[in-house]
Nanobody, 126 residues
Framework: VQLQASGGGLVQAGGSLRLFCEDSGHTLGSYAMGWFRQAPGKEREFVAAIRRTGTGTRYADSVKGRFTISKDNGENTVYLQMDSLLPEDTAVYYC????????????????????WGQGTQVTVSS
């Protein structure tokens, strides 16, 4: 798995951005995926995750109703659609993958994810 995140940028509060996470190893269909973010001076935190098949999702309370994670295994890409952005959404956003056990809940713990892409900066101005 070789993950590459992109799509970040500068946007005004209330605006939208769409983040992309591409797997150049073409194995995305074999993994569950997550998005995490890290703001300056803060720990990396969970944002959203999706099952390997794309049939189940989970969100942090802070983004629920505003962000949408989706997965296109054919395109080897995971998306994070971010709407109604707030200044507190400003952070470096990272995508990550993990093997999945469908008997377990969708993972939100950073330690559960084994492969990480480089981050993409999202800045929301007030």
């Amino acid at each position: 798995v070789q993950l590459q995140a992109s799509g970040g940028g500068l946007v005004q509060a209330g605006g939208s951005l769409r983040l992309f996470c591409e797997d150049s190893g073409h194995t995305l269909g074999s993994y569950a995926m997550g998005w995490f973010r890290q703001a300056p001076g803060k720990e990396r935190e969970f944002v959203a995750a999706i099952r390997r098949t794309g049939t189940g999702t989970r969100y942090a309370d802070s983004v629920k109703g505003r962000f949408t994670i989706s997965k296109d295994n054919g395109e080897n890409t995971v998306y994070l659609q971010m709407d109604s952005l707030l200044p507190e959404d400003t952070a470096v956003y990272y995508c990550a993958s993990k093997t999945e056990n469908f008997m377990n809940p969708i993972a939100t713990n950073i330690l559960d994810y084994t492969n990480w892409g480089q981050g993409t900066q999202v800045t929301v101005s007030s």
